[in-house]
């Protein structure tokens, strides 16, 4: 049995390559390979959002999904759209 890893062109193309995803997040494109993420990630790594300031919403269909746990699962998908929200109230003079 041979067990020789190999350098080059053929050790690349047996390599898995990984798939970017696009994604948004108050309109701004970001790309992942990693589509396991959570609202804290998402948050912190790419909007530059703090979590215990911040809630991640997902936009789909009609009714926008809040995930109010920021450590939650998500498996990020191509397009998928997000908005932060913000948890301090809003001073209007």
């Known amino acids: ?8 062109p053929e050790a690349e193309h047996c390599q898995k390559k990984r798939h970017e995803i696009v994604f948004y997040v108050d309109k701004q494109r ?5 589509p396991n993420q959570t609202p804290r990630s998402i948050l912190e790594f790419f909007a ?3 979590p215990s300031e911040t809630t991640l919403v997902l936009k789909e269909d009609k009714e926008p999904h809040k ?3 920021p450590d939650e699962p998500i498996t990020v998908t191509e397009g998928m759209r997000f908005v932060v929200f913000h948890n301090t109230p809003c001073v209007v003079s």
């Open 1 to 8: 049995m041979n067990t020789e890893i190999k350098d080059g």
């Open 30 to 34: 970001f790309v992942t390979d990693q």
């Open 48 to 50: 530059g959002e703090n």
């Open 67 to 69: 995930f109010s746990n």
